[in-house]
């Protein structure tokens, strides 16, 4: 009778662990997908303000918060298809794609992966524009570029 038990405690513990063969989808692993990313194309990725409106009068400092799509803002240093940097241009609409866009008053660079920023402005009217680049400050030209115009009071 012992054995009778041992068996039949081995052929229930088998009929457990056995795959249901009524399910026919098989798992695959999971792959980790934080790291990857689209390669980019005019069609899908592009910059725009979240902060301000175009055409809003709004006060000095002024305050800007950029955003992209459909690419990974980094700091500036090394050249990775897909990421970049904002810069912000003023009363200019883009920068030539594939030209280094340099420092001045008005060419601000936020190569530490900034999204957003305050800038000192006298009163007028403006164009700011965000210009995308990578690594190195190459522009990705126009269509990683995004302009709005605004009133400083």
């Known amino acids: ?22 399910n026919t989808e098989q798992s695959a692993p999971v792959e980790d997908q934080s790291s990857i990313v689209e390669k980019p ?7 725009f303000f979240n902060h301000p409106a175009d055409g ?5 400092p002024v305050y800007i918060e950029m955003g992209v799509s459909g690419m990974v803002v980094e700091p500036a240093g090394e050249v990775r298809e897909g990421f970049g940097h904002h810069h ?14 340099p420092m001045s008053d008005s060419t601000l660079h936020f190569g530490k992966g900034q999204t ?3 800038i000192e402005m006298e009163p007028g ?3 700011i524009a965000l210009q995308f680049a990578n690594g190195v400050h190459s522009s990705y030209g126009e ?11």
């Open 125 to 127: 009217e403006y164009t």
């Open 56 to 60: 809003a009068s709004v006060p000095s």
């Open 1 to 22: 009778m012992k054995h009778l038990s041992i068996i039949l405690i081995s052929i229930f513990i088998v009929s457990c662990s056995s795959p249901n063969k009524s």
């Open 116 to 118: 957003d920023t305050t």
């Open 88 to 101: 912000v241009l003023i009363n200019q609409t883009s920068w030539p794609e594939g030209s280094v866009i």
């Open 41 to 47: 194309s005019a069609d899908s990725s592009y910059v």
């Open 143 to 153: 269509k990683m570029a995004a302009s709005i115009t605004i009133i400083v009071e």
